[in-house]
């Protein structure tokens, strides 16, 4: 699984609101990892575990042409409105529980407490394949044959669920079942098919 935007609510969503908050323009984020060669490496760096918090924050700011007052605390804005998912939660911990092998597959922002609800680990994975301890991202390949055998199993045998379509290809290409996350309902109901689990009363008891 990946995490931001599959095991959370819309990245994208949380980019608008505080782009929104920031009287930048809706997709000024986005716009600002995707074409300019600034914020891109930006993001390489941040999310390789290169680069740390506060001049990520600074350069992203200076990219978005904020005021300079306005770096401190950047990321946590970035995601204050983001949520963990419970559904999605309650999904993975009830396959998890049935025999499913589990593992998380994610590109970092910060250090791991600071990225993630680490207290969720525990319940949810097996194996954790985190782009800041690597010191690669996807959709690097070498990432993807990180998380293959921290699972201890063969592409094939693999599930890999991501909201980036980008982030798919290469696991498509070494023979896992992707899917591209856009619905918690729709993707739950793909990884019951394709695993042969059943969770749809924890999911009920989520909802």
Same mark, same amino acid.
């Given at each position: 699984?990946?995490?931001?935007?599959?095991?959370?609510?819309?990245?994208?969503?949380?980019?608008?609101?505080?782009?929104?908050?920031?009287?930048?323009?809706?997709?000024?984020?986005?716009?600002?990892?995707?074409?300019?060669?600034?914020?891109?490496?930006?993001?390489?760096?941040?999310?390789?575990?290169? !680069?740390?918090? &506060?001049?990520?924050?600074?350069?992203?700011?200076?990219?978005?042409? /904020?005021? +300079?007052? =306005? *770096?401190? %605390?950047?990321?946590?804005?970035?995601?204050?409105?983001?949520?963990?998912?419970?559904?999605?939660?309650?999904?993975?911990?009830?396959?998890?529980?049935?025999?499913?092998?589990?593992?998380?597959?994610?590109?970092?922002?910060?250090?791991?407490?600071?990225?993630?609800?680490?207290?969720?680990?525990?319940?949810?994975?097996?194996?954790?394949?985190?782009?800041?301890?690597?010191?690669?991202?996807?959709?690097?390949?070498?990432?993807?044959?990180?998380?293959?055998?921290?699972?201890? !199993?063969?592409? &094939?045998?693999?599930?890999?669920?991501?909201?980036?379509?980008?982030? /798919?290809? +290469?696991? =498509? *290409?070494? %023979?896992?079942?992707?899917?591209?996350?856009?619905?918690?309902?729709?993707?739950?109901?793909?990884?019951?098919?394709?695993?042969?689990?059943?969770?749809?009363?924890?999911?009920?008891?989520?909802?």
């Amino acid at each position: 699984m990946d995490w931001g935007g599959v095991m959370t609510t819309n990245l994208f969503a949380a980019f608008g609101t505080f782009c929104a908050a920031e009287q930048l323009s809706p997709d000024a984020v986005v716009r600002a990892f995707a074409e300019d060669p600034r914020g891109h490496d930006l993001l390489v760096e941040f999310e390789c575990g290169r !680069l740390e918090l &506060e001049p990520f924050e600074q350069g992203l700011a200076d990219v978005l042409e /904020l005021a +300079p007052d =306005r *770096a401190a %605390g950047l990321v946590e804005r970035l995601f204050s409105d983001m949520r963990i998912d419970p559904v999605m939660v309650a999904a993975v911990e009830a396959f998890r529980a049935a025999g499913v092998r589990t593992g998380l597959l994610s590109n970092s922002w910060g250090p791991r407490g600071a990225s993630y609800d680490t207290a969720l680990f525990e319940r949810l994975f097996d194996a954790l394949t985190i782009s800041g301890e690597l010191g690669v991202r996807k959709p690097d390949q070498r990432i993807y044959d990180a998380a293959v055998q921290h699972m201890g !199993l063969a592409p &094939e045998q693999l599930v890999f669920v991501d909201d980036l379509p980008g982030n /798919l290809k +290469p696991a =498509r *290409a070494m %023979g896992m079942h992707t899917i591209a996350h856009r619905d918690t309902a729709a993707t739950i109901a793909e990884l019951e098919r394709v695993l042969g689990v059943d969770v749809s009363a924890a999911v009920a008891a989520a909802t």
